[in-house]
């Protein structure tokens, strides 16, 4: 697969252009915002998402909705979860429904409760070739090409496999996997425990607090994800916990980073306003508490980050709530 098409011209669909136009391949970037595009093409960088990484000299800006799915082979799908929706349904007339759509996004759709490749499917049809391609992957590693590891998986293992060998490179080793359940769920809702990871950050807790968070978030994460169709295994995993591990570690993440500034004293609506890009672990923090209900899991991490983002909890309250619950087996 040598055409590629980006669409989405965030962080990761920069280091996903970064990557594949170093292997030669021909590659495309189209964004929602037109003139937004036009300002990453002058500077050849990434000026808002991913500064100080210049953008390859081969790398193709295409504006038109109508040229950028043109001769594409592979395409790579890295929009934001909730606003997935409106931008492949303006993009739908001119999807070939032959070419497989590689997801880098993570999270689930409010209301609908869909993961990222699923909403692919609602709009474009039910012939949609989809791959999730998740995993420990934060963009600026991965453009100072430090080494990495991510997961491309696919219900058709021959799919997934085009991917890892797209994807592979000296500094990012890519594995197959074919429970896409799982390894959506896990890339989504481990952003709702990176932001409790930020919270004791800011507040102080300790290593002894984040580590039990880590463990704990874990296991309920594990136990919706089970619930829901996906193999347990795979929460053990590079898109389960090595991707809990990074995002709740990282100075950089943003889910960690709003919830450390939540802890240090900042109101949600201040939080918000200081992070650059889209918190999605705040609007995947509604979706998981639905599903919660609907599967009848008990998610108290989940359940206390709900109550601070959206019901005006103290974060003091919601840790002496957590650390009072009945206690029980492991």
Same mark, same amino acid.
């Given at each position: 697969? %040598?055409?590629? =098409?980006?669409i989405?011209? /965030?962080?990761?669909?920069? @280091?996903? *252009?970064?990557l594949?136009?170093? &292997?030669?391949?021909?590659? +495309?970037?189209w964004?929602?915002?037109? %003139?937004?595009? #036009?300002?990453?093409?002058?500077?050849?960088?990434?000026?808002?998402?991913?500064?100080g990484?210049?953008?390859?000299? *081969?790398?193709v800006?295409?504006?038109?909705?109508?040229?950028?799915?043109?001769?594409?082979?592979l395409?790579?799908?890295?929009?934001?979860?909730?606003?997935?929706?409106?931008?492949?349904?303006?993009? &739908?007339?001119?999807?070939?429904?032959?070419?497989?759509?590689? #997801?880098?996004?993570?999270?689930?759709?409010?209301?609908?409760?869909?993961?990222?490749?699923?909403?692919?499917?609602?709009?474009?049809?039910?012939?949609?070739?989809?791959?999730a391609?998740?995993?420990? $992957?934060?963009?600026?590693?991965?453009?100072?090409?430090?080494?990495?590891?991510? $997961?491309?998986? *696919?219900?058709?293992?021959?799919?997934?496999?085009?991917v !890892?060998?797209?994807?592979?490179?000296?500094?990012?080793?890519?594995?197959?996997?074919?429970?896409?359940?799982? @390894?959506?769920?896990?890339?989504?809702?481990?952003n709702?425990?990176?932001?409790?990871?930020?919270?004791?950050?800011g507040?102080?807790? /300790?290593?002894n607090?984040?580590?039990?968070?880590?463990?704990?978030?874990?296991a309920?994460?594990? +136990?919706? /994800?089970?619930?829901?169709?996906?193999?347990?295994? $795979?929460?053990?995993?590079? =898109?389960?916990?090595?991707?809990?591990? $990074?995002?709740?570690?990282?100075?950089?993440?943003?889910?960690? =980073?709003?919830?450390?500034?939540?802890?240090?004293? !900042?109101?949600?609506k !201040?939080?918000i306003e200081?992070?650059? =890009?889209?918190?999605? /672990?705040?609007?995947?923090?509604?979706?998981?508490?639905?599903?919660a %209900?609907k599967?009848?899991?008990?998610?108290?991490?989940?359940?206390?980050?709900?109550?601070?983002?959206?019901?005006?909890?103290?974060?003091?309250?919601?840790?002496?709530?957590?650390?009072?619950? &009945?206690? %029980?087996?492991?």
């Amino acid at each position: 697969m %040598k055409n590629i =098409s980006i669409i989405g011209d /965030g962080a990761m669909g920069s @280091v996903c *252009s970064m990557l594949l136009c170093e &292997k030669g391949l021909a590659v +495309r970037m189209w964004g929602y915002d037109a %003139k937004q595009l #036009s300002q990453i093409k002058e500077k050849k960088e990434n000026f808002k998402f991913l500064p100080g990484y210049k953008l390859p000299g *081969s790398l193709v800006f295409e504006p038109d909705d109508s040229e950028i799915l043109t001769n594409a082979e592979l395409i790579i799908s890295a929009v934001p979860c909730q606003f997935m929706r409106p931008v492949w349904q303006r993009l &739908k007339k001119y999807v070939n429904p032959a070419v497989p759509i590689v #997801s880098a996004t993570k999270g689930i759709e409010n209301d609908t409760l869909l993961r990222p490749c699923q909403v692919l499917i609602d709009v474009l049809g039910e012939k949609t070739k989809v791959i999730a391609l998740s995993g420990p $992957t934060i963009a600026e590693e991965i453009a100072k090409k430090l080494p990495a590891t991510a $997961t491309a998986a *696919s219900k058709d293992e021959r799919l997934a496999g085009v991917v !890892q060998e797209t994807f592979s490179a000296p500094y990012l080793r890519v594995y197959r996997n074919s429970d896409i359940v799982g @390894v959506e769920l896990a890339g989504a809702m481990k952003n709702v425990i990176a932001i409790a990871a930020g919270i004791i950050d800011g507040t102080k807790l /300790g290593d002894n607090a984040k580590a039990a968070l880590l463990c704990r978030g874990l296991a309920e994460i594990t +136990r919706l /994800g089970v619930a829901m169709g996906a193999k347990e295994q $795979t929460f053990a995993g590079l =898109s389960g916990l090595g991707d809990l591990v $990074t995002t709740c570690i990282s100075p950089v993440g943003r889910n960690r =980073s709003f919830g450390q500034r939540i802890g240090k004293g !900042q109101t949600v609506k !201040q939080a918000i306003e200081a992070t650059q =890009s889209v918190v999605e /672990g705040a609007a995947t923090c509604k979706s998981v508490m639905d599903l919660a %209900k609907k599967y009848k899991i008990d998610m108290p991490i989940t359940e206390s980050v709900y109550q601070i983002l959206f019901e005006g909890k103290s974060v003091s309250a919601a840790i002496e709530d957590l650390m009072a619950r &009945k206690l %029980k087996a492991e």
